[in-house]
């Protein structure tokens, strides 16, 4: 019995060495080591507050814009109140963000503006929405109600199909994008084609510079600057505008189709209601009247590319009611 005890002893102690104990236990230290150092970090909880993240996304753009005239306009007199002043600038702070709540999708674009420009910077001009709406996503279409921006043509450098698109245009020579009130729904099928329809509730022209702006060139009437219109001999012609209606009968309407064939986008749109630019009645002998009316506009065009060249065409056609 003690030789047999013994020998099981030896067996035990070639079989499982002491060594291997110990490299077990060392294993275990090291296993855990690798499970602290591998273990994730908590993961920051995702702001849940809509508000908070729509600021925290919020694309901002500031931009300084310094202008000069050459030479003073000969129409214009400090005396009477005109801006005179050869140096003028002014800067803007554009916020752009998104703001997702209860599914639906609330497009934000907000615009701070200031400047040396006499009487141009009012409330309503120092900060405003230039875009403002409510955009919901069911299957292939989408839904959006609100003030929008209304992109029609479709090419790069200039597109004379955007005829209905409104612009803010206190500085002329660049223009801020406005949106247009608006119902739209728009349907996509697969690739790039989709049709749009549109309802416009109400009609808002284009913002100009104000009577004093140097930009107006003395003549109190941004669309009638380049104008020399005929009256009575030594007597100055008189400009009134006619108020615009806005009832449910006045909506404008539009349907765009989009399409690409063999690599080319083509676009067709249709327009009808008030036009974009006032005409002139004549009332009396020096006298008129500015009168926006309705009417019909039909676009189209093509976009593509050839290479390292682009082309582009479009055409547009305005048919007023009379």
């Known amino acids: 019995m003690p030789f047999i005890a013994f020998c099981l002893a030896i067996i035990i102690c070639v079989m499982f060495p002491p060594s291997l104990f110990a490299q077990d236990k060392d294993t275990k230290k090291i296993d855990d080591l690798d499970a602290l150092l591998s273990s994730e970090k908590p993961v920051k909880q995702e702001d849940k507050n809509p508000f908070s993240r729509a600021f925290k996304q919020a694309k901002w753009t500031w931009s300084v814009t310094g202008y000069n005239f050459t030479q003073d306009n000969e129409h214009q007199d400090e005396s009477k109140g005109d801006d005179t002043k050869l140096w003028q600038s002014y800067t803007q702070l554009l916020m ?3 703001l997702e709540l209860a599914g639906y999708e609330t497009k934000i674009d907000l615009l701070f503006q200031y400047g040396s420009e006499k009487d141009q910077y009012t409330s309503n001009r120092i900060a405003y929405f230039s875009q403002l709406y409510v955009k919901k996503k069911i299957d292939k279409s989408d839904f959006v109600a609100g003030y929008k921006y209304i992109e ?9 199909s955007k005829r209905i698109a409104k612009y803010d245009a206190d500085h002329p020579t660049d223009p801020d994008k406005l949106g247009v009130w608006q119902l739209s729904w728009t349907y996509y099928y697969t690739g790039n084609n989709s049709t749009e329809v549109r309802i416009l509730p109400y009609f808002e022209k284009s913002r100009y510079p104000p009577e004093p702006s140097r930009w107006m060139a003395g003549k109190g009437d941004y669309d009638l600057v380049d104008s020399d219109l005929p009256g009575k001999a030594g007597e100055d012609y008189q400009i009134t505008e006619e108020k615009i209606r806005h009832r449910l009968t006045d909506s404008g309407f539009m349907i765009k189709q989009k399409m690409t064939v063999e690599s080319i986008d083509f676009f067709l749109s249709g327009y009808t209601g008030y036009l974009p630019e006032p005409v002139l009645k004549r009332v009396s002998e020096n006298e008129y009247e500015k009168v926006y009316i309705k009417g ?5 065009g093509f976009s593509t590319t050839y290479g390292k060249w682009e082309w582009h065409g479009e055409g547009v056609c305005q048919i007023p009611e009379n």
């Open 96 to 98: 752009d963000t998104w």
């Open 152 to 160: 029609d043509g479709i090419s790069t450098l200039f597109s004379p």
């Open 296 to 300: 019909g506009i039909i676009a189209g």
